[in-house]
């Protein structure tokens, strides 16, 4: 039988991923390659991320071209380090101008149109509101990117939720895939709240 993910929500605990409509146990399942957190690539252990191109699932091992390329481990070496994701800082690797990253993948002299915008998304219960800065996600992705197929440019259009998230909706289209893993959680729930809207 498929493993299938479901996300269950209980009162003041949070989100708890559990595995349903499996014949087998999990770290069996899991050994046979049908691990229901695949998705989120980045939470793959230290040892395992960024293997060689020949060993990264997505190159043709057998292509003479495979092995010209560089190792991601070697071009990251000198680049600054975070403590999640492929443990490279690439927001500050792009302010420090380490990386120069084409806007456009024909357009070699096209620009950034950055939008230095916030959007705080209140939150129900004790946890921080999360604060969506535009200005680091536009330096990289054009608005197109998500608007409007991911996110309806409209204040209340959106119904975001952790559930949507780690099933690789709304923001995990991209986190936990490409950009940093949706366990680093205070890096988008990142404004307390006051004593009086935690009371409530």
Known sequence: MKLQSRVMRFAGVGLVLCIVGSSVPIHDAMAQGNDPNAFNRLMAPKSSRNPPPAEDGIHDPGSPGTASLQPPRLAFDALPKTNSGNYVDWNKSLQDTKIAPRY???DPDAQPVIMDLNIVREVKGSMPNVVYPHKQHTEWLDCSNCHPAIFIPQKG????????????????????????????????????????????
Do not use: Y
Not at 171 to 178: L, M, S, T, W, Y
């Open 104 to 106: 456009d993948r024909l």
């Open 157 to 200: 259009a959106n119904q975001i939720s952790m559930a949507e998230i780690l099933l690789g909706r709304k923001c995990g289209v991209c986190h936990g895939k490409v950009a940093f893993p949706v366990a680093e959680c205070r890096r988008c729930h990142s404004q307390p709240k006051t004593p009086a809207a935690t009371a409530q």
